[in-house]
């Protein structure tokens, strides 16, 4: 839901512009409307909306003067007007839309559409950029075992076995690290695309992967010789991971 905030100075463009959101924009919620530029800058900083219809001409002042002076600017801007001369300085101030009075359900509907995609792309890049900065901060584990802290590079650990709240962590040196961490914890914390959980207690490494043996149900060989069972119910995802990738992992 879009959280809609109209500045307008003239009555009958308020209503008709309200109207039009609750009867052909049923993805926006109408949270207030100011008439003024004192008013629209106390609604913004106090509501917070995600989109603001904004009047160029607010009685002696006007929406760019709005913006120029807010502090918080973290919304979605479609300028009103009665006028075409200010489409240039509007998309000037990174506005979505510009819209001409009297307003048509159509022209509405289009800037709503723009609003959204907007939304959409900004949030798959802030997905991607999560990716990338999870990615990069998970190439090491801080990890607190009895000894004292450890970074271990993720590269460098071949599986981990859960033993009650606690988890095993074997490593590529032939290290064992206990640690009091459960491994659905480390699990969330390791790169998807080489850590598979093949079984209820056993994460393992794909990239020690040495072998893979369906004798008694299946189970798996590692750099560290050790065979680990797979869950039946892991089994055929497990089977389409390494298909896909079988120059990388066998």
């Known amino acids: 839901m879009i959280r809609a ?8 463009a308020q ?14 919620a109408l949270i207030d409307i100011a008439t003024d530029l004192p008013t629209g800058i106390k609604l ?4 917070r909306p995600d989109l603001v219809f904004l009047d160029i001409q607010l009685g002696e002042n006007t ?27 509007a998309f000037e101030y990174e506005a979505i839309d510009y819209v001409l009075k009297p ?8 800037a709503i559409a723009r609003v959204e995609k907007t939304n959409q792309a900004s949030h798959l890049f802030r997905r991607l950029d999560d990716l990338l900065n999870h990615k990069a901060t998970l190439s090491r584990l801080q990890l607190a075992t009895q000894e004292g ?6 590269s460098e650990i071949i599986r981990l076995e859960a ?7 074997f490593l590529k040196n032939g290290e064992r690290l206990l640690v009091s961490r459960s491994l659905k914890d480390l699990e969330s914390q390791l790169p998807s695309t080489h850590f598979f959980r093949i079984h209820t207690s056993h994460l393992i490494n794909l990239q020690y992967l040495e072998r893979y043996n369906k004798a008694d149900g299946g189970f798996v060989v590692l750099a560290d010789k050790i065979a680990i069972p797979i869950a039946r119910r892991r089994k055929n995802e497990f089977l389409e991971r390494i298909n896909s990738h079988k120059t990388a992992y066998l």
């Not at 905030?5 to 009958?12: F, K, R, T």
């Not at 959101?21 to 049923?26: A, E, H, V």
């Not at 913004?44 to 509501?47: D, K, N, Q, R, T």
């Not at 307003?103 to 289009?110: D, L």
Request: proline share 3%; aromatic share 12%.
């Open 5 to 12: 905030l109209i500045i307008e100075d003239e009555l009958d």
């Open 15 to 28: 209503n008709l512009l309200g109207t039009i959101l609750k009867d052909y924009c049923p993805n926006v």
């Open 44 to 47: 913004i900083e106090y509501l």
């Open 63 to 89: 929406g760019f003067q709005l913006l120029d002076l807010l502090q918080w600017k973290n919304f979605n801007v479609i300028i009103t007007t009665a006028y075409q001369d200010y489409a240039l300085k």
């Open 103 to 110: 307003y048509s359900p159509k022209s509405i509907i289009s």
């Open 149 to 154: 802290i450890v970074m271990v590079s993720t």
């Open 163 to 169: 033993d009650r709240s606690y988890c095993n962590i």
